[in-house]
Structure formats: C-alpha cells, structure tokens
C-alpha cells in the first residue's frame, strides 16, 4: 500500500480485490468447506438450467433448495470445525436433526407424497441431499462423542431430559395435525413428526449459548446457512398454504396448513434466535476455555 497526498492509505497497483483474497485464503486454509461451496455452487446452476416442473410442482425446487442449504449446513460443520471438542455446539441440538431427518428420508421408501414433482426426482436428488445431511451428522455425532469422551469434557447444563422431552412433544403435535400426503397412517405420521422434530431442534442450541455464550468462529457457515434452510422451507410452505388452502378446506384438511406453518415459523424464529446471538457471542470474543474445564455429568 501507498499513501496520496491527502494521506490516505491506497492499494497498490495490481494488487488483487478482497474478495479474490478471501477465496483464496479459504481455498489455502479451507480446502474442504471450499470444496463443498464449489460443489454446492455447480449443482445449483445445474438444476437451475435443466430443471422441469409439473404444474403442480412449480415451487418444488424451493424444497429441494431447502434440504441442498442444510446439507451444505451439515457439511460444513464436519469440516469447517476448528475446535476439536466444538465449543458451543449443543449434542442434543444434532440428535433432534439426525432423529428427524432419518425419519423424513425413511418415509419416501414406501410413498412420494412430499417428495418434489420435477425432474430432479428421476435421480432421487431430494433423498439423496437427506442421506448426505444425514451422514454428515452421524459422523460428527460419532466424532464429538468420541473426543468429548477422550478428554472428559461436556456440555455439563445439557440433558437427555431435553431431547427427550423435544421428541414427546414433537410426536403428540405430529398426531394431531398430520396430513393424508402420504396415503399411510405411519409415513404421515412420520414425516410430520420430522417437521415438528426439526422446527424445535435448535431449542437446545439456543438454550446453550444463552447459558454458556461459547462459540466456535467456523460454525458462523452453519449457523447462517441453516437460518437459509430454515427461511426456504417457510417460504415453500406458506406459498403452498396460500394456493391449495382453500382446496384443503373443503376436504377438512386445512389444520395442516395451519401446522405445518406453525412448525415452520418456530423454525425460522429458533434459528434467527441462535443466529444473532452466535454473532453477539462471537463479538464479545467468547472463551472456549470455560466450556473444555466443564464436567461431563449429562444425564
């Protein structure tokens, strides 16, 4: 850099823009987590450019969309971590997910009652988007579990309790407002107790960084990315209960609109929620030590 005659600092000729030297550090420190937003990047130009709709389907890429940001969320978090026991990331929080979404990809085995109507279904790309968010949460389970336990730290205001209680609410809500998308008791039952897992998965989260405010600088990728997830599914179910509300209405179905809005809003609202104050934390320079010095007495 130089300075002018007023004083002011200015860049050097031919020096490159910031953004071109924020890809680059990334690619240098990053090369994974860079790894999947280019992955990422080609398959939404991809489906963009080859994508086919049925009329009835015409907002379904909002859906697939929805689980490609969570995935991608997930992805990130398994290799964009930069604290080994991961400071402030809630073990409760990713068993409500990896519980949810096991379910949800489970019910398109036996129906495609909410699977989108587009060509992106000829390749299952929907439920292959869920097994990768799902394989991305069972290795990071499996990896904090083992190193917490290594080094005998834990998340000491966390319970099973928790989990426990996400999962009874989520089901009884699941039994009293599920649809007929499905054709099946049990897979409608079930998806729509994914909807409701997922809508309070982060509850725990939340709960955490009150309690604690310890975070990992990495996981702002996750953090901001579920809150995209989280702000597509709203959109694609709340435009669907203002087309078809009306049509649901007359066959004594529109309380699932109703719900499934619900559900959806709490999750916009519980990952807005951790979002902000992930950056609150992360602004005041949260301590990681606190949490590593913290007893794993989980119940």
Same mark, same amino acid.
């Given at each position: 850099r130089a300075r002018g005659r007023s004083g002011l600092t200015q860049p050097l000729a031919g020096a490159a823009p910031p953004a071109a030297m924020f890809v680059g550090e990334m690619i240098r420190e990053r090369p994974r987590a860079a790894a999947l937003y280019v992955l990422f990047f080609i398959g939404v130009v991809t489906i963009w450019k080859t994508l086919q709709a049925k009329f009835t389907g015409q907002y379904d890429y909002i859906l697939t969309l929805s689980a490609a940001l969570q995935s991608l969320a997930f992805g990130l978090l398994v290799f964009d971590t930069k604290s080994a026991v991961a400071e402030g990331l809630s073990e409760k929080t990713l068993w409500a997910f990896f519980i949810a979404h096991v379910t949800r990809i489970s019910t398109t085995f036996w129906g495609e009652g909410y699977i989108p109507e587009d060509n992106t279904s000829d390749v299952y790309l929907y439920q292959l988007l869920e097994l990768a968010g799902v394989g991305f949460l069972g290795y990071e389970l499996l990896k904090l579990n083992t190193v917490r336990n290594i080094h005998d730290v834990g998340q000491g205001i966390e319970r099973w309790s928790m989990l426990g209680g996400i999962t009874f609410v989520a089901l009884i809500l699941a039994w009293k407002t599920k649809s007929t998308g499905h054709g099946d008791y049990f897979a409608d039952l079930s998806w729509m107790f994914s909807i409701w897992m997922e809508g309070f998965a982060l509850g725990p989260q939340v709960y955490l960084l009150v309690s604690k405010g310890l975070v990992d600088e990495s996981g702002m990728h996750f953090a901001g990315f579920t809150l995209a997830a989280s702000l597509a599914f709203a959109f #694609?179910?709340?435009?669907?209960?203002? %087309?078809?509300? /009306?049509? +649901?209405?007359? !066959?004594?179905?529109?309380? #699932? #609109?109703? /719900?499934?809005?619900?559900?959806?809003?709490?999750?916009?609202?519980?990952?807005?929620? !951790? +979002?902000?104050? #992930?950056? &609150?934390?992360?602004? &005041?320079?949260?301590?990681?030590?606190?949490?590593?010095?913290?007893?794993? %007495?989980?119940?």
């Amino acid at each position: 850099r130089a300075r002018g005659r007023s004083g002011l600092t200015q860049p050097l000729a031919g020096a490159a823009p910031p953004a071109a030297m924020f890809v680059g550090e990334m690619i240098r420190e990053r090369p994974r987590a860079a790894a999947l937003y280019v992955l990422f990047f080609i398959g939404v130009v991809t489906i963009w450019k080859t994508l086919q709709a049925k009329f009835t389907g015409q907002y379904d890429y909002i859906l697939t969309l929805s689980a490609a940001l969570q995935s991608l969320a997930f992805g990130l978090l398994v290799f964009d971590t930069k604290s080994a026991v991961a400071e402030g990331l809630s073990e409760k929080t990713l068993w409500a997910f990896f519980i949810a979404h096991v379910t949800r990809i489970s019910t398109t085995f036996w129906g495609e009652g909410y699977i989108p109507e587009d060509n992106t279904s000829d390749v299952y790309l929907y439920q292959l988007l869920e097994l990768a968010g799902v394989g991305f949460l069972g290795y990071e389970l499996l990896k904090l579990n083992t190193v917490r336990n290594i080094h005998d730290v834990g998340q000491g205001i966390e319970r099973w309790s928790m989990l426990g209680g996400i999962t009874f609410v989520a089901l009884i809500l699941a039994w009293k407002t599920k649809s007929t998308g499905h054709g099946d008791y049990f897979a409608d039952l079930s998806w729509m107790f994914s909807i409701w897992m997922e809508g309070f998965a982060l509850g725990p989260q939340v709960y955490l960084l009150v309690s604690k405010g310890l975070v990992d600088e990495s996981g702002m990728h996750f953090a901001g990315f579920t809150l995209a997830a989280s702000l597509a599914f709203a959109f #694609f179910w709340l435009r669907n209960s203002r %087309d078809h509300y /009306a049509e +649901f209405e007359n !066959y004594g179905e529109h309380g #699932f #609109f109703w /719900a499934i809005g619900i559900a959806s809003l709490i999750r916009v609202a519980l990952c807005g929620t !951790y +979002f902000v104050l #992930f950056l &609150k934390n992360r602004g &005041k320079g949260a301590r990681s030590s606190e949490y590593e010095m913290c007893p794993h %007495d989980e119940l």
